[in-house]
């Protein structure tokens, strides 16, 4: 399908597809063996300038948004997907700052962030809060020209291996859901500690660890936004990044189907090609439909964003939701169409089938989006009513 | 430290194809590329210039299409790209070659260090890199793995062998071929790709280089290649099963009925 890209578009989907390809693709099935973080490679990201897509020139970006990030974090995706959301988890932890911070922590952070020197992650679930993100108890309590954080976040993606951590925590539990604050919290700072690194299903290269706090100093300039506004500074950033979720859940699927096709033609039963049978035919036609359905929307919804589009949130929900259902459906017929080979590790589908899985889960489960998109639906229908 | 790298363009294929009537290469329908062992040169060339500062230039003799390759290599850092062209140069030899791109490489002036790949992966011959030295009066190393020290008149160098390497010490200015071994190329950057796509690309013709004419392509050209050809290939060998001990025995027979033992 056509999608107009601009031609430095078109130059950044191909850089990455060529990196995804030569790079990453070789080394997927060690990665996700290992369970080891791709260093290496995100250097290569960095040094070909991938971290700077999506950020403002005047802080050593080439100007871009989430769009770019889109179609970089699809083309890393079609290779391993463990690496993209590493990758993409970079954005995660910037959008804050791009979005609700000062001058003064633009002009601190976000050059090392573009140039890749520094990954970052996002800190928001707890064991007792997931989608119940309100329940939070991690504390930031103001003590003269600080903050003490202290609390436990889980399963936080690029934990350990981050430099910058922007933390939602509760400022003040009396206010409840308005009582919550963004703050930016540096790898090294006393007080922040590492603990359990998770052993996951899928996405195995990324890493996900527990971050812990322990009467960890924050200075106050580190707060992002207001106090107060922390969820706010959460929901938005979701807003920008879902469709970078939705990009990685097309480029998973897309890696799937490209593998299939290859070997419904090479595979020989009956003394046909696979291939030839229209049971298997209708199989690629279907996934390859829903595939391209995805990926037009999350595309035009990541312009929205771009374009600074208002009510973004329910096109947002509906990108990452629909991209994500169809992720795991076409790598679950993926593995079908190769069979009893499908479901063995020699073959790449059994892995793209585990990485699907999480797209569906991280950045809202996909019960939670459609919480999202109904209760757009359901205001807007009031709004109307109204008038 | 200003250093020249010279790259070749050659057709993508490891399996050449040639037209049995003109003993040519058959071009039409493959795609080019900058000669594998040229983006070994390229990045040895970058990574020079990121330690010492100065300037890397790219030097390419060929057709109009050659400015691709020179634009690639800028997207990998190099600085600026010079290129040879004028249909008079077609049909050079490694003589001729070698001619021509000292000239260009006078007229850009000052330099250290000029690096070629070890060979181009068509004509094959790794002439070019020495020729060229001689026709500049330099000296040269060739099949580089390794700089081991660049200092401001001198550079060393480790040169491959087919058992270990020989370290070799030599005044610059000086050109060195490389091999393989000697880095592993980095991927192009978007901000080298944008730079190489607004780049100007510096062209040059027989009378801009104020080369003489009977020293340029076909006509200053004094190797022809008269054939081409692909050799039979050889039959398959025989392979002796078994044990060690009577693989041995066996080998031991049949190096007796053919006499050699
Ligand atoms: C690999 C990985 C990486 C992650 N990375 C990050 C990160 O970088 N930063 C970060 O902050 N978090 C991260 N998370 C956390 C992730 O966002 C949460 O796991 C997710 O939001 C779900 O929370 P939970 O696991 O507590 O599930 P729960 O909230 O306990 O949900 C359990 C089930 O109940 C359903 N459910 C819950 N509430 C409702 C409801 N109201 N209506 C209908 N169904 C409901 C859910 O959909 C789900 O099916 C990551 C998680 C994983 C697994
Ligand atoms: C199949 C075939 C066989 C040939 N056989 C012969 C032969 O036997 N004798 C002969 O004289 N010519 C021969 N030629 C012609 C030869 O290819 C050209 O003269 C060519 O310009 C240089 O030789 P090379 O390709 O062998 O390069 P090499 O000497 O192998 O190349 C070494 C290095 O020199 C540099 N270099 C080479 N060409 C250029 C260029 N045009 N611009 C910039 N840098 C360059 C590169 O750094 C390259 O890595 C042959 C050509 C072909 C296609």
Known sequence: ?387 | MNIIVCIKQVPDTTDIRIDPKTNTLIREGVPSIINPFDTYAIEEGVRLKEKHQGKVTVISMGPSQVEDALREAISLGIDEGVLLSDRAFAGADTLATSYTLAKGIKKIGKFDLIICGKQAMDGDTAQVGPGLAEKLNIPHVTYVKKIEEVKENSIQVERLMEEGYEVIKMPLPALITVVKEINEPRMPSLKGKLKAKNAQIITWNTKDLEAEENRIGLEGSPTQVIKIFTPQPRGKGETIEGTPAEQAAKLVEKLRETKIV
């Open chain 1, 1 to 387: 399908m056509e999608y107009f890209l601009t031609e430095e578009q078109a130059m950044i989907r191909d850089l990455a597809r060529k990196i995804a390809e030569e790079k990453i693709a070789p080394k997927a099935q060690e990665l996700d063996e290992k369970g080891e973080f791709p260093w290496e490679i995100i250097k290569v990201l960095a040094q070909s300038d991938l971290f700077r897509v999506f950020l403002p020139e005047e802080y050593g970006g080439l100007g871009g948004g989430v769009f770019d990030l889109c179609l970089v974090t699809e083309e890393l995706s079609k290779a391993c997907s463990g690496v993209a959301v590493s990758y993409a988890a970079s954005a995660l932890g910037a959008f804050p700052i791009l979005l609700y911070g000062t001058e003064e922590q633009k002009k601190k952070y976000l050059p090392d962030i573009a140039s890749g020197k520094k990954l970052t992650a996002f800190g928001l679930t707890e064991p007792e809060a997931g989608s119940d993100a309100a329940a939070i108890q991690t504390t930031a309590v103001k003590d003269g020209d600080h903050y003490l954080l202290n609390g436990t976040k889980c399963f936080i993606t690029n934990g350990g291996e981050a430099e910058i951590y922007t933390i939602i925590a509760m400022t003040d539990k009396k206010k409840g859901a308005r009582g919550a604050s963004a703050l930016i919290v540096e790898k090294g700072t006393e007080g922040f500690t590492f603990g359990k690194e998770e052993d996951k299903m899928g996405i195995r290269a990324s890493a996900t660890k527990e971050l812990v706090f322990s009467d960890c100093k924050v200075p106050k300039e580190n707060l992002i936004g207001k106090e107060g506004g922390g969820f706010i500074v959460a929901m938005k950033t979701f807003d920008s990044s879902r469709p970078g979720i939705g990009a990685q859940a097309v480029g998973i699927a897309q890696g799937a189907l490209d593998r299939a096709i290859d070997y419904a033609r090479e595979r020989v039963q009956f003394g046909h090609p696979i291939s030839s049978f229209q049971g298997i035919q209708h199989m690629l036609a279907d996934m390859a439909t829903q595939i391209e359905a995805a990926r037009a929307l999350v595309y035009a919804v990541a312009r929205m964003v771009d374009k600074g589009c208002k009510d973004i949130a329910r096109p947002s929900a509906m990108s990452k939701l629909f991209a994500s259902d169809m992720a795991m459906k076409v790598t679950t017929d993926a593995v079908q169409i190769f069979g009893g080979y499908g479901y063995m590790k020699e073959y790449p589908v059994e892995k793209m089938m585990r990485d699907a899985k999480i797209t569906q889960i991280y950045e809202g489960t996909n019960q939670i989006q459609r919480n999202i998109i109904a209760l757009a639906l359901i205001k807007e229908a009031a709004k109307r009513k109204k008038k």
